[in-house]
């Protein structure tokens, strides 16, 4: 084999992409929501196999195309770790009551007068305790939609109200996957990336919140809320609620404010989420312990398994257990599996040459900060439409544009704040995608019917692009000697 490297041809690059989307899109037909959890991954090796071979067949070596893969998943150890870490601060902030005791209090500001606008700040609320816009939906949202009907109510006004609350809340979330992916994938940090994501962020939930009111007009004034105070009881009866437990959420506010680094910051927060646990829910940890003996260890051995395997918790409905069950590393091992495999594939696109020909065509295009901001959005939004998959939106598109963001002296939060706005938030109204396909499973509202009230989803593309156009808040990287 030659050492001169061929030129991939626009037929060649597009080859592997056509292939991953027949397979992802054959993923989800046959898995549905469960095409995450392992179909995704085979598809992104197969693809990236193929890539492979084309890149054989331009002469380049496995030897460089192993270094490729191997520099590519470097990019998101940082994240990979951050995720894992999560993990274990979610299983003790569960056990300690933190995430219910914000659960607890964010029900209590629902009130019938404005219940549109009160059920996105209360989703808003919970996804940013727990990170996590699926969890949300799937327990405080159907909780929300069955009020909804009871109320007399529209169930598509109110699903728009959830998924605009819960997709806030995952964005502004140190736990959130997507929110570690995508600096990582940009090459920035964690609280860096949500304090400039904020900007466009707080605008859209904001100018959301004033929609949900208006829509609230003539509401009905008097509501059954039974379901949720059914669900408030139940969290008052299981864990010790106070307002003390939540200063652990107020130290992780501290450090992400004093601007230290997220790993250690969230370590500490799981810690500290352990001995608060240890603290204020003696009786539920005297449940959970699993053998009879010297309760101390058996409450260590509790916390410890909450950091690693995370908690498993009953009560009296299925939908309650799962929002109060969870976390624990081993919760977040599909999640670095799918990374893994995503960031594979984009090495060898990179590393072959056939992802710089696909941007090379897109970037003629692009004039201004204002045009490459608009592609950046486009193409997460393309991919989002055609891979159906949140991840692959951040991770192509943020291996495509990482270069020209550099070129043009664009700070990579930039990047990471239009791959979220794009990526992130469009997923969700796009029926076939996975978080399209799972936000109608549990809620019973097609994403189309959904989609003209999912405000957050559909200001927050339209502010990024306005930002970059009219250069507002946009960061520049200092010159360099």
């Excluded at 727990?130 to 009020?147: M, P």
């Excluded at 991919?383 to 270069?403: C, E, H, S």
């Amino acid at each position: 084999m030659t050492d001169t490297k061929r030129a991939p041809s626009y037929l060649q690059a597009l080859i592997p992409l056509l292939a991953l989307i027949l397979m992802l899109g054959s993923s989800v037909y046959l898995f549905g929501e469960d095409s995450s959890y392992g179909p995704n991954q085979i598809a992104l090796l197969v693809a990236t196999a193929i890539a492979t071979l084309i890149g054989f067949h331009n002469h380049y070596r496995w030897e460089e195309i192993e270094k490729g893969i191997t520099e590519g998943i470097s990019v998101a150890l940082g994240a990979i770790l951050i995720i894992l870490m999560v993990g274990s601060l979610i299983g003790t902030w569960l056990l300690a009551g933190i995430v219910p005791a914000m659960i607890y209090y964010g029900l209590e500001i629902l009130d019938p007068s404005w219940f549109y606008a009160a059920t996105c700040i209360i989703c808003a609320i919970v996804a940013l305790a727990i990170g996590s816009s699926w969890t949300t939906a799937a327990t405080l949202g159907v909780a929300l939609i069955g009020v909804a009907m009871g109320m007399g109510m529209s169930v598509e006004i109110t699903a728009g109200a959830i998924i605009s609350g819960a997709y806030f809340g995952d964005k502004m979330s140190p736990l959130s996957d997507t929110t570690n992916l995508a600096p990582a994938v940009s090459g920035t940090e964690l609280f860096a990336h949500i304090r400039y994501m904020s900007w466009t962020a707080f605008p859209a939930i904001v100018l959301s919140v004033i929609l949900f009111t208006f829509l609230g007009f003539g509401a009905h004034d008097s509501a059954n809320l039974s379901q949720l105070e059914v669900m408030q009881t139940e969290l008052s009866q299981i864990f010790n609620i106070t307002p003390w437990v939540l200063l652990p959420l107020l130290v992780l506010f501290a450090l992400a404010m004093l601007k230290k680094p997220a790993l250690p910051s969230i370590f500490i927060g799981a810690i500290v989420g352990g001995i608060w646990a240890l603290l204020f829910q003696s009786e539920l940890i005297a449940e959970l312990i699993s053998n009879e003996g010297n309760y101390w260890l058996g409450a260590i051995e509790t916390v410890w398994v909450a950091l690693s395997l995370g908690v498993e918790i009953n009560a009296s409905s299925d939908d309650l257990s799962s929002l109060i069950s969870g976390g624990g590393m081993g919760s977040m091992v599909n999640t670095v599996w799918l990374i893994l495999t995503a960031m594979t594939f984009g090495a060898v696109m990179e590393t072959t040459g056939l992802l710089q020909k696909i941007i090379h065509g897109i970037l003629k295009m692009v004039k201004s900060t204002g045009s490459l901001i608009l592609s950046t959005v486009l193409t997460g939004f393309g991919t989002n439409v055609l891979t159906a998959d949140q991840y692959m939106a951040i991770v192509l598109p943020g291996r495509m544009f990482r270069k020209a963001y550099q070129e043009q002296g664009l700070d990579p939060r930039v990047l990471s704040r239009a791959l979220e706005s794009s990526g992130t938030v469009t997923s969700a109204l796009i029926p076939w995608n996975t978080c399209g396909a799972y936000m109608f499973s549990v809620l019973g509202v097609y994403p189309l019917a959904y989609a003209p009230y999912a405000f957050f989803l559909l200001i927050v593309p339209i502010l990024v692009v306005v930002y970059g156009y009219t250069n507002f808040k946009i960061l520049r990287l200092e010159p360099t000697a």
